[in-house]
């Protein structure tokens, strides 16, 4: 596919869309999938046939919002504040997988 490519944001309108994300994912690309396209239905055989190849790259996937995912390396660090109160005196959220 793509090899100086390092994201994906990807917005598939059909189940069979996901053979394509699947392939950024097996070459260790973070990808962003808005599912908000498809019906609950297809959005769970999304993520069925996603967890496969996240399984075998070893790779995370967070949920960002309402029907949005993100598929992330195993090879790479994030920050997920997306869980955080809003008050600067608790302790920093920690890195996963540093």
Not at 9 to 27: Q, T
Not at 77 to 93: A, V
Request: proline share 2%.
């Amino acid at each position: 596919m793509a090899d100086n490519i390092d994201i994906v944001f990807f917005k598939p309108k059909k189940f069979e869309d996901c053979v394509i994300c699947a392939g950024y994912i097996k070459e260790d690309k973070i990808v962003n999938m808005n599912l908000s396209q498809l019906d609950d239905n297809d959005s769970r055989r999304v993520l069925d046939y996603i967890a496969g190849a996240i399984f075998i790259t070893k790779a995370e996937i967070v949920n960002v919002g309402n029907k949005i995912f993100c598929s992330i390396p195993s090879n790479r660090n994030f920050l997920n504040e997306m869980n955080r109160e809003s008050s600067h005196d608790e302790e920093e959220e920690e890195i996963v997988r540093g």
